[in-house]
């Protein structure tokens, strides 16, 4: 195959590293956005905001080095890529987890008795399953 008919796959490379980055983003961002309207203590809103703040820090950064410095169409040998990839692939595991932790503490306040705390976790522990499986889908 020559060369020159692997631009326009390279080029398509762009655009879905660019939809695999800020799909997950936004989903964070999202389950943020309920956190913060959950929650109005100030030390939980600050950690809701440094998490959204790493969300759309992390996700901008990767967006710009696609766009311009790890372009497939300018590195053919995809080395940047892969770092790029594994990156991403540890920075979501990380947020993942202080997703996860966030409502601990907003569970554990709650007045109410300690088996309708444990189903409300399960609630949250199953919805953000469901999020991660489909992540392992694309």
Do not use: E
């Amino acid at each position: 195959m020559p060369a020159s008919d692997l631009i326009p796959y390279t080029k398509m490379i762009i655009a879905i590293g660019l939809t695999y980055v800020w799909t997950p983003a936004l989903t964070k961002l999202s389950l943020l956005v309920l956190y913060h309207r959950i929650n109005p203590s100030l030390w939980m809103r600050m950690a809701i905001y440094a998490v959204a703040a790493i969300v759309f820090g992390y996700s901008l950064t990767l967006t710009i080095m696609v766009a311009g410095p790890c372009n497939p169409v300018t590195h053919a040998d995809g080395q940047c890529l892969r770092s790029l990839n594994l990156f991403l692939s540890i920075i979501n595991i990380v947020t993942d987890f202080l997703m996860l932790a966030l409502p601990v503490p907003m569970l554990h306040m709650l007045q109410l008795p300690m088996k309708q705390k444990f189903m409300i976790g399960g609630i949250f522990s199953l919805g953000s399953g469901y999020v991660n499986s489909n992540f392992v889908k694309t």
